[in-house]
């Protein structure tokens, strides 16, 4: 006689089971990550401007603004920009920000995004 091979029936029920959790995991995550991704695109956009050396903090706002508006970016907005200059008179805009993703009940996923114009170059 040989031996019966292959999966129970519950551990086909656990696997099916973490699959579910982390295909909701993904579908609850994706659209931050989207939107972040739509953010480095409008910091980019903006760095790759050829006149954003001598661009203002209302021209950065004004065309970050545009790109939020275009993109339907939401959970930035131009108060969250952060605005540098070195001693080189080069400048810097970057954006700090945090999301709160809820997931079922009490338990939520903080996710921390980051996007400057120093990387985008």
Known sequence: MKKQQGMSFLSLVVVIAVGIFFAVLAMKLAPSYIEYFAVKKAIS???????????????MIAAFQ?????DDIRSVEARDLTFLRDENGKTALSVDYQVVVPLFSNISVLLDFEASTDNAR
């Open 45 to 59: 956009r903006i760095a790759h401007d050829p006149g954003f050396s001598s661009m203002s903090k209302a021209d």
């Open 66 to 70: 545009k790109s939020a508006t275009i």
